[in-house]
């Protein structure tokens, strides 16, 4: 069988549920082979292992991780000239996305981004232009090299037990042009990454600025919080909270938009949720739309009495 190659997100070793997924739609596609850059190799193993991994090459070079993106493609091109995988696949985040583009640059490649699937012989799944179309895509030339979507798939376990193969990477002096000089953790807010968490419970306009039953609800639910830009242009939430075109894009199981009326920009960044509720006291609101389950009425009063509700099985 063919080796796919999936790199690692991870910090300092706590491997992200997005590589769990990864490891999942890889093993559709041939032997799962992970990639993990940096020096907690054996932190991340028994997750790697968890998820299918049959290998996993470490790349502990510190250069790796005193510059920016560039060396980590540089590592990447030559990880995939020895090992020749049939497809790489790496997380749609920032980081990610530009990865993977300097990489297909690399190695002559086509390269598809934001995958919200991945089947058999590396045929991928995106929703485009603001989610109006799905299209299937499939890369012609080269190694396919595609970034998939958090929650593009459920991770399955598959109980492998990866050998490690620390692999030496040369970095150039062109790739060591962006170092970073200071690296702080974001603060913890005890909720999930708002691009990661399989439910979002999110506020808009109609929140009049208080988010209390907005973060109650997400909490009974373990959910992320997001807003729309409305809420956040007002000062009621932080930027890095934004779903939306100009915001993040997610794709949770479950979305739960509260006073949101439903814009096409705001729906840019949610719409491939796979189940979509919505909170409204407009029965007429477009999010109504888009819909799996809506109620019309105040969500001052229908959040908190979800809450309790939720809180009390
Ligand atoms: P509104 O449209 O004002 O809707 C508020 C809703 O709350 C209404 O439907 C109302 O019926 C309901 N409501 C009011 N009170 C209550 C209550 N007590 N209980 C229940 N419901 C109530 N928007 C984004 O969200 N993300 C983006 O990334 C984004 N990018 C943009 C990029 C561009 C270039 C442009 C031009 C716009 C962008 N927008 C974006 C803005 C977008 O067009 C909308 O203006 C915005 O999404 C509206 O936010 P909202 O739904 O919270 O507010």
Do not use: C
Not at 32 to 61: C, D, M, W
Not at 130 to 145: C, D, E
Not at 306 to 313: I, L, M, Y
């Amino acid at each position: 069988m063919s080796n796919v190659l999936v790199l690692v997100d991870h910090t300092a070793g706590t491997v992200r549920k997005t590589t769990a997924e990864l490891l999942t739609i890889a093993r559709r596609l041939g032997e799962p082979v992970a990639v993990f850059i940096g020096s907690e190799v054996q932190a991340a193993l028994p997750t790697l292992g968890q998820y299918g991994a049959t290998k996993v090459i470490a790349l502990s070079n510190p250069e790796l991780t005193q510059f920016l993106v560039a060396p980590k493609a540089e590592a990447l091109a030559q990880v995939a000239a020895k090992i020749e995988p049939s497809a790489i696949l790496i997380s749609s985040n920032a980081e990610g996305k530009e990865i993977a583009a300097r990489l297909a640059v690399k190695l002559d490649s086509g390269l598809i981004t934001d995958a919200v699937d991945v089947q058999e012989g590396a045929v991928t799944t995106q929703s485009v232009f603001a989610g109006n179309f799905t299209v299937q895509a499939k890369v012609t030339h080269g190694t396919p090299i595609i970034t998939v979507k958090p929650n593009a798939a459920t991770p399955e376990a598959a109980d492998a037990s990866p050998e490690v193969e620390e692999f030496d990477v040369t970095i150039s002096d062109t790739a060591k042009t962006a170092r970073i000089t200071d690296s702080k953790p974001r603060e913890a807010t005890g909720r999930p990454e708002l691009t990661e968490a399989a439910i979002i419970v999110s506020g808009g306009r109609g929140t009049g600025g208080d988010f209390g039953p907005i973060e109650a609800f997400a909490d009974s639910l373990g959910a992320a919080v997001g807003a729309s830009r409305a809420a956040v242009d007002s000062g009621w939430y932080p930027h890095a909270y934004q779903v939306g075109q100009t915001g993040k894009t997610v794709s949770p199981q479950l979305y739960v938009a509260a006073g949101i009326s439903g814009a096409i920009q705001h729906r840019a960044g949610m719409q491939t949720s796979k189940t979509i509720v919505a909170v409204n006291k407009d029965p007429e609101a477009p999010i109504f739309e888009l819909v799996d389950f809506g109620v019309v009425g105040d969500l001052h009063k229908v959040l908190p009495t979800a809450t309790e509700e939720v809180t009390k099985r």
